[in-house]
Each structure stands twice: as structure tokens, then as C-alpha cells.
């Protein structure tokens, strides 16, 4: 299977890509996460990036489809992958398509602007492996601590406040429009975001099928 979640900085992307992995065994691929180590590690499109990227703003299409082109070519792709956070505009959803990739789902996890706000200012990430952690809503069991590889969580450069107001527009700008590419292909189904995760999870995993 091969899904597309869409959504809002901080609307819980991320968060349900990795339950839908471990569902349905397929790995998911975050552009974010990618970028994210490229700039840890400081290679060229790493250094590249990382101004877009601290301001709020997308990376160039050109940069980002060829990671993503890279990353499916991989062998772990062969049965399908989730892609968690591309496409991003319209552009990058028709260099999708224009090398051949049938997409079976475009899941949206839609949340209000002001829900995303107090999510994000509360978020802590991996700094190692990318899972994704909230302090209240889905806390680590040590504080500090990743659950899976026992990294170090800390909070994302982006989650500022005056950041997430520039990635919320940059969203509602250039991304937003992919609900129109997407739903006039007939791809197109949205879950709205609850206030706990469970409860989206128990949505969003009957969406691409999985009864939970
Ligand atoms: P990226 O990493 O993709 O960031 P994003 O889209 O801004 O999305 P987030 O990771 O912030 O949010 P999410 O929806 O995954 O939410 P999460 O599950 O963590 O991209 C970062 C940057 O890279 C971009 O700004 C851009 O510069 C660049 N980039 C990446 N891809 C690109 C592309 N294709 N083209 C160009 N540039 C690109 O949840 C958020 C928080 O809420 C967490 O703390 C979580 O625990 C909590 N939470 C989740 N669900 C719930 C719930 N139901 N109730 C309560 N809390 C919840």
C-alpha cells in the first residue's frame, strides 16, 4: 500500500505515520526527519536547507524530490511506504505521479490552527531516532528519554511560536491546495484529529483498513 498523510505542522502526521507502519509493516518515510538529519550532519543539501527550514519555509522541490526519489528506491520500499510530509506543493505531487507512482490513499489529519499551537509548544523529538513525543498527551516513559532507541528528546528548533505562525501559512499557501489535487483524483479522505491521540489512531487505522 502506498499512503500519503497530509496535514498541518503539528496536526499529528508523524505521530500516526509510525502507527500505521507498525500496522501494516511498510516504512515510513518523513522528508522532515531526513532534512532534518542532512542538516545534523551537515552535508550539502543539509546546509542547503537549513535556513528554509529554521524560518518556517519549504525546501526547494528540487532538493526534496530527489531525496524522496532516492529513499523509495531503497529495498524496504518494495511493498509500499507511507509518506509523512510529501508532497508539499503541488509540484512535488506531480513529480509523484510523473514517475509512475500510484498512490491508494491521501489521509488527511485535519486539526484546527489554534489546537496546533499548544500541541507543538508541548512536543519533544528524538534527537536520534525522530520519534515523536508530547509532554501531556504522549509523554516518554523516562522524561528526556526516547522509548525506542533511549536517545535524548529535545525540542525542535520550529516549534518556536513565531516559527509555527510562518509554517502554518506556509501550509495554508502551498499545501493546503493538495486536498483539491488529491480530491478531484477521488484520493482523498479526511480524519479530524482528536483531543487524545488513541483516539485518532483508532480513526485513522480504519481509514486504511485495520481494525483495531
Ligand atoms: P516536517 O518534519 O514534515 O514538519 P511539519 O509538517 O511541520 O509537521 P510536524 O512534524 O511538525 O507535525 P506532525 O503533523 O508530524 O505532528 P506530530 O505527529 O509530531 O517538516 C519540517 C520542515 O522540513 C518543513 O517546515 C520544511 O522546511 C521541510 N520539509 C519537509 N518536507 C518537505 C517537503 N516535502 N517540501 C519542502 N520542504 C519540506 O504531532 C505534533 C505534536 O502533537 C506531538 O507532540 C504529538 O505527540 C502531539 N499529538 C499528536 N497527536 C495528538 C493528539 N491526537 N492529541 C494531542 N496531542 C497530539
Known amino acids: 500500500m502506498k499512503l500519503i498523510l497530509l496535514g498541518a505542522p503539528g496536526a499529528g502526521k508523524g505521530t ?13 518515510i518523513s522528508t522532515g526527519n531526513i532534512l532534518r538529519e542532512a542538516v ?26 530527489g531525496i524522496l526519489k532516492d529513499r523509495i528506491a531503497e529495498s524496504d520500499c518494495e511493498n509500499g511506504y507511507i509518506l509523512d510530509g510529501f508532497p508539499r506543493t503541488v509540484p512535488q505531487a506531480e513529480a509523484l505521479s510523473a514517475m509512475g507512482i500510484s498512490i491508494d490513499k491521501v489521509l ?25 513525543y508530547h509532554i501531556e498527551f504522549k509523554p516518554s516513559k523516562v522524561d528526556g528519554v ?14 518556536s511560536p513565531e516559527v509555527v505562525k510562518d509554517r502554518l501559512k506556509t501550509y495554508h499557501d502551498q499545501t493546503a491546495p493538495l486536498k483539491d489535487y488529491y480530491g478531484k483524483l477521488g484520493k482523498l479522505e479526511t480524519v479530524i484529529g482528536q483531543d487524545e491521540v488513541a483516539d485518532t489512531t483508532k480513526l485513522v487505522l480504519k481509514a486504511v483498513g485495520v481494525n483495531g
Open 16 to 28: 500516526q505515520a509510525e502507527v500505521i507502519s507498525d500496522a501494516l509493516k511498510i516504512p515510513q
Open 40 to 65: 545534523k550532519n551537515g552535508t550539502d543539501f543539509g546546509l542547503k536547507a537549513k535556513e528554509a527550514m529554521d524560518a518556517g519555509k519549504l525546501v526547494s522541490d528540487e532538493i526534496v524530490i
Open 108 to 132: 488527511e489529519v485535519y486539526v484546527s490552527d489554534e489546537k496546533i499551537e499548544s500541541r507543538l509548544s508541548g512536543r519533544r523529538v528524538c534527537e536520534s531516532c525522530g520519534a515523536s
Open 146 to 159: 526516547c522509548d525506542k532507541c533511549d536517545g535524548k528528546t529535545i525540542i525542535r528548533k520550529d516549534d
